[in-house]
C-alpha cells in the first residue's frame, strides 16, 4: 500500500502542539499548515484533519486550530473547507466533526436562520456541544 504524498505533510503539522488558548502560535505551524495544503493539492484539509484527530496522530484541540489557520493560508479564504464544515454541521452524525466545525471561527451555516435551527437541534441532541451551539445563537446578528 502506497501511502499518499500528503501523509508525510500531516505528521509534520501533526507534531506542533498547540491550543486555542495559546496567547500566540509557534511559527512553523503556519508553515506546517501551508506544507499540508501544497502537499495534498486542495485547501479543504478538514477531511484528512479529522481524520488524524480519529487516528490519534493529533488531538481535536489541534485540529481547530489547524483548521482555522487553514482558512487564512489556502487561496480561497477557507470556502472549501467552509462548505465541509457546513455539511459536517448539517449531517449532525459525528461529534468529532461536529466539534471542530462548530469551533471553527466563523459562524456555521450560511444564514442566521438556518445556524439557529439546525444549532437547537444539536443542543438538544448533543449536550456537549450545547455551549457553543448557544454562543454562536447568542452572538450571531440576524440576516
Not at 489556502?74 to 454541521?89: F, I, P, Q
Not at 448533543?126 to 457553543?132: G, L, S, V
Request: hydrophobic share 45%; proline share 4%.
Amino acid at each position: 500500500m502506497t501511502v499518499p504524498a500528503w501523509h508525510e505533510a500531516l505528521d509534520r503539522l501533526c507534531a506542533v502542539r498547540v491550543s486555542r488558548r495559546d496567547a500566540e502560535f509557534p511559527d512553523d505551524l503556519y508553515d506546517r499548515v501551508d506544507d499540508l495544503i501544497d502537499a495534498y493539492g486542495a485547501d479543504d484539509i478538514a477531511g484528512i484533519v479529522a481524520e488524524a484527530v480519529v487516528a490519534e496522530r493529533a488531538t481535536a484541540e489541534q485540529a481547530i486550530v489547524f483548521l482555522n489557520v487553514a482558512a487564512w493560508s489556502g487561496t480561497d479564504n477557507g470556502a472549501s473547507m467552509g462548505h465541509t464544515l457546513d455539511e459536517w454541521v448539517r449531517r449532525a452524525d459525528d461529534s468529532l466533526r461536529l466539534g471542530i466545525a462548530l469551533h471553527h471561527e466563523r459562524y456555521p451555516l450560511p444564514t442566521h436562520a438556518e445556524m439557529v435551527t439546525k444549532l437547537t437541534e444539536i443542543a438538544r441532541a448533543f449536550p456537549e456541544h450545547r455551549a457553543i451551539c448557544e454562543r454562536h445563537m447568542a452572538r450571531r446578528p440576524a440576516d
